[in-house]
């Protein structure tokens, strides 16, 4: 007899398959720098589907003041919160002191590719969503080298936003 499979983990694959399909779609139209995007939250869907099912628990807290024991986690994911947050090397300290030795910080935030990032720029984003401050590619290497963390690797993707708000308003 199977397992029913947990309603939290089937939205999570309905998620997967919406967004594979989206990628899918991008690949078809050429826009491959827009497609990364969406493959990625296919992969994380799904990802987090299966983890539902063998028992993987999600918590969602105050990243800059986490209520958690110390060495609690595995992994530790956060997307696109620390560019809202002035404070942001005391949100890596957290995730740091919650994460097990060996354990793994994940992030996906914002980055300014041309540095510095033109004015009108840096401050549209501050204006419509409140974003504290985006770093430069050279700022995030430096707080996460401080952050006393091991083979830090950090990757720059393009994303062409109207774009890709064009596909997702498809």
């Given at each position: 007899m199977s397992k029913r499979i947990p309603e939290h983990a089937?939205?999570?694959?309905?998620?997967a398959k919406k967004a594979l399909f989206a990628a899918k779609t991008l690949i078809e139209k050429g826009l491959f720098e827009d497609c990364v995007s969406r493959a990625y939250y296919a992969v994380l869907h799904a990802a987090k589907a299966?983890?539902?099912?063998?028992?993987?628990?999600?918590?969602?807290?105050?990243?800059?003041?986490l209520s958690l024991d110390d060495a609690l986690f595995d992994?530790?994911?956060c997307e696109f919160i620390?560019?809202?947050?002035?404070?942001?090397?005391?949100?890596?300290?957290?995730f740091v002191r919650v994460t097990k030795p060996g354990g793994y910080i994940g992030l996906s935030e914002a980055v300014w590719i041309k540095s510095p990032p033109p004015t009108e720029l840096v401050e549209?984003?501050?204006r419509v969503t409140g974003v504290k401050e985006i770093l430069?590619?050279?700022g995030w290497k430096k707080l996460l080298d401080i952050s006393q963390l091991r083979d830090i690797e950090?990757?720059?993707y393009k994303i062409n936003k109207v774009r890709q708000f064009i596909n997702e308003m498809r």
């Open positions: 089937l939205k999570e694959l309905a998620r299966v983890l539902f099912l063998v028992g993987v628990e999600f918590r969602v807290a105050n990243a800059q003041n992994m530790v994911i620390i560019a809202f947050v002035e404070n942001k090397q005391k949100i890596i300290k957290e549209y984003p501050s430069t590619y050279d950090v990757r720059t």
